[in-house]
C-alpha cells in the first residue's frame, strides 16, 4: 500500500513539474532575471502576450539564445504534446490502479469460488472418515463427479 501510494505521489509530482514549465513569464520576473527563464516559457509568452514592447524584449532575449520567434509554435506544440502524453499516462496508470483494487478484470464480479465439498472423499488420494484410503469411492471417481 505504501509503494502505491508513493508512485501516486511521484506521478502527481512529475505532472505538476512538467505542467510548471507550461506557464507563461510575467513581465516582472522576466525583467527580474531573464537568462532564468525557460526557453519554452519565452516562446508560449511571446506567442499569448499583446503588449508589443514586451515582445520585442522577450525575441531579444531569444535572439541571444540563438531561438527565432518562428521557432516558437512548434516548441509550444512540442511540450503541449508531451504534457498530453503524461497526463494520458497518469490517467491510465488512474484506471489501472483502481481496478486493480476494485476487481474490474474480464469475470465482471460474477465468479464466486466453487463450494468446499461437504464430505472427506473428493479425490481419490484422501482418507475416508474411517482412516482408509477413498480409491474409486471419490467423487472424482464417480461419473459427474460433484457439483
Known sequence: M????GSRLGVAALIALALSSCTTTTQASFEKNPKGVPKV???RTYLESRD???QQQIV???ARRGITPYEC???VQRQNQAGAVLAAVA???AAVAYCANHNCGGSGG???PPAAYPGNCQYNHQRAADGSRCGDRSAASRPGGWN
Open 60 to 62: 531579444e532575449e531569444l
Open 2 to 5: 505504501n509503494m502505491m501510494m
Open 91 to 93: 490517467i491510465g496508470g
Open 41 to 43: 516559457s519565452l516562446c
Open 110 to 112: 460474477y465468479y464466486q
Open 52 to 54: 508589443p514592447v514586451f
Open 73 to 75: 509554435p512548434l516548441m
